[in-house]
């Protein structure tokens, strides 16, 4: 018999899940990625350096910023570019924008329809009009973060090597300041909801994965750390991470020493949860969420917890930008004749790496993206197998549900790992 | 009874439905006049018929072609959101080389599900009623031509160039700063959004309709930029026009 999803809804991209069983048991269960391959590492080749970033935006609507600064910080350590302490703020801040914005979209556009057992937000409109404004009040302020930083919610325009092309002005962030924490109640509430919900249970060990803390939450930290103990610079991740290709899928997959691996909000939250704000601590707890459990359904929780933890960050950074002017946005565009490197940032799904080479004039030669999603497919497929199993005594209808809802957990992104869902239960 | 629309894409980054998305208020009271029957990204089903349906993305696969004229067969106006939908936008950047060599060096394998096929925009294979240029769209330009067909209006798209716009907002042009800017053969209408953010324009809207091109070569030649450097960057998302 073959259970089948086809095109899963409420993610970001196209994919299949296709599970045969026989006699009670499951002979096989592949997730298939079919979204177009677009070949962005190919296309880099033979383009100036200040033009990489702005390309490279384009893999992806969603996480346009965290490619962008990615791509800027990489070539930058390539070329020897140095970033004015003031630009790195203002890129915590556009960061911070871009995970807030895309985890509140995932938790209320794309998660909490399984929870109230509607096709989509827009159909409580009536029922449910205080939730749905509230839900598109705070999406608006985590946009307005993007746009006075970046000139736009996606694809920005004002980042550039060495920093900024473009400052906010003062007026402006504090503006945004007055509205951040006008959306502290709407937060409250929104704890309060995803408190309220009853999340499947479901346990199985996993490697995380992420960079560093430093002295802050992880971010932009060169340095990766493995919940197995080992920590290693963003460099050499070639050595520790084997990208390999399934034929069931248009994203390549990754693997380690150890196998499969999970990267996001959890991988994030169990590294670096000794650096969470004061409020995320406390929502922690209102959530009733353990930052080392292994509950992948729990990544909404971890997704919330990070919300708080990263609207906080943000009134604390632009204090400080607002305390230490932004006089000092963009450094000298001086490159060095060629050169390569890598660099890791945090992007909302989790690990993402560039590694560009550059000849003596500047132009590409070579590049080379890992993507957060095409990190945990393997993860989502493993929880998958071990997941299924305990779920074949309930109705169809129920299992396609609750796989849906496991690999929305994730917030794939498909349209960066190369896009849709559909699941083929057999 | 309520305008039906629907969301549809094929290769792209869904910037575009996100700035649809991004309205936000104004989303809200949009619909109160249309209903949203089918949008993969936000809603679960689908629709036999839709009054509007906006495209995203380009075509590359053989499925792609087949889903498209699906998506005609049961719209009745049907419009292409983006660039990449529009002309191909960055998603052609590769026809350089064949879909072949393009495997080689991303996958280093040649699966049969890994085939694609150059880039097309979404005229190519279907008619295409209306567009929305820009990468992303601009969101109060998506509002304005969703108005002007639930008025039963022509929608229309500015016919001037972005210098037009960019010179009425008083911004330094991007030529004194060296910089090669495609903002006076580009289509207007993103409120010259790139120069105000302090770079130039990279011409993602795609030409005007009649560019007057001897007046740009002559702003080329004063400021000592080439022929191939203009051409560089007006590859970045025009790959499949014609340059003037």
């Known amino acids: 018999m073959k259970i089948e999803l086809d095109y899963l809804t409420r993610i970001e991209g196209h994919a299949h899940l296709v599970i045969d069983r026989e006699a009670g048991k499951i002979t096989s269960c592949q997730l298939q990625i079919v979204e177009t391959p677009r070949f962005f590492e190919a296309m880099l080749q033979g383009r100036h350096y200040s033009d990489v970033a702005t390309i490279v935006a384009r893999v992806c609507g969603v996480c346009s910023i965290s490619h962008t600064l990615a791509s800027l910080m990489t070539t930058e350590a390539a070329l020897g570019i140095e970033v004015p302490v003031q630009a790195q703020l203002l890129r915590c801040l556009l960061s911070y924008g871009e995970i807030v914005q895309s985890h509140l979209l995932q938790l209320y556009f794309m998660a909490l329809p399984d929870y109230f057992n509607t096709p989509s937000l827009f159909h409580l409109l009536d029922e449910k009009q205080e939730l749905v404004a509230r839900a598109l009040r705070l999406k608006r302020t985590a946009n307005r973060i993007c746009e006075v930083v970046g000139g736009r919610p996606i694809h920005p325009v004002t980042t550039c090597i060495g920093g900024f092309s473009a400052r906010p002005e003062a007026a402006e962030l504090k503006k945004l300041r007055q509205e951040l924490v006008a959306g502290l109640p709407d937060l409250e509430a929104t704890v309060e909801l995803f408190a309220s919900f009853e999340y499947p249970q479901f346990c199985r060990q996993r490697e995380t994965l992420s960079v560093a803390p430093d002295d802050r939450y992880p971010l932009h930290n060169q340095q990766i750390q493995s919940s197995c103990g080992t920590n290693y610079p963003a460099t050499i991740y070639r050595e520790e991470i084997e990208e390999y290709i399934s034929p069931q899928s248009t994203a390549k997959l990754a693997r380690n020493q150890h196998g499969s691996y999970m990267v996001g909000p959890q991988a994030r939250l169990r590294h670096g949860q000794d650096k969470l704000s004061a409020m995320a601590k406390r929502v922690c707890s209102a959530l009733d969420l353990n930052p080392n459990g292994l509950n992948p359904f729990e990544n909404l929780k971890a997704r919330l917890v990070e919300v708080v933890h990263f609207t906080e960050e943000a009134l604390h950074t632009i204090d400080e930008l607002l305390l230490c002017g932004m006089t000092q946005i963009r450094g000298k565009d001086t490159p060095s004749a060629g050169g390569c490197s890598t660099a890791a940032v945090e992007a909302p799904r989790g690990l993402l790496f560039h590694s560009y080479q550059f000849d003596a004039k500047g132009f590409l030669k070579a590049a080379d993206c890992v993507i957060p999603t095409a990190q945990n497919l393997a993860a989502v497929e493993a929880d998958l197998q071990q997941l299924l199993p305990e779920l074949l005594k309930l109705p169809e209808s129920q299992i396609k549900q609750r796989l849906e809802m496991l690999i929305r957990a994730y917030d794939p992104c498909l349209s960066c790992s190369t896009h849709l869902l559909k699941i083929d239960l057999n | ?244």
């Not at chain 2, 067969?73 to 393009?102: F, K, M, Q």
């Not at chain 2, 008025?151 to 330094?172: H, I, R, S, T």
Request: net charge negative.
């Open chain 2, 1 to 244: 009874m309520k305008t039906k629309i629907g969301f549809f894409d094929f290769a792209g980054c869904e910037g575009c439905q996100l700035t649809v998305m991004n309205l936000e208020e104004q989303l809200l009271q949009v619909l109160q006049l249309v209903e949203i029957v089918e949008f993969r990204e936000l809603h679960s089903g689908s629709a036999e018929q839709i009054d509007i349906a906006f495209v995203e993305g380009s075509i590359c696969r053989p499925g792609d072609r087949e889903r498209l004229l699906e998506i005609r067969r049961r719209s009745d106006i049907l419009i292409a959101l983006g660039s990449c939908a529009d002309n191909g936008g960055v998603n052609a950047l590769g026809s350089d080389r064949t879909p072949e060599v393009l495997r080689q060096e991303v996958y280093g394998a040649d699966l049969p599900h890994l085939y694609t096929e150059t880039p097309h925009a979404l005229s190519k294979l279907v008619k295409v009623d209306y567009r929305i240029p820009g990468c992303p769209i601009d969101g109060q330009e998506f509002l304005a031509i969703l108005q002007a067909l639930l008025l039963k209006q022509q929608p229309e798209l500015p016919g001037f160039a972005v210098c037009v716009e960019c010179k009425l907002a008083e911004y330094p042009c991007s030529f004194d700063y060296g910089q090669v800017c495609m903002g006076p053969i580009t289509r207007a209408g993103c409120r010259a959004i790139c120069i105000d953010g302090g770079t130039h324009c990279r011409g993602c809207r795609g030409l005007i309709d009649n560019p007057r091109t001897s007046p740009y070569h002559r702003i080329l030649e004063e400021h000592g930029l080439t022929v191939e450097e203009i051409l560089e960057q007006y590859r970045t998302f025009n790959v499949n026009e014609r340059p003037a």
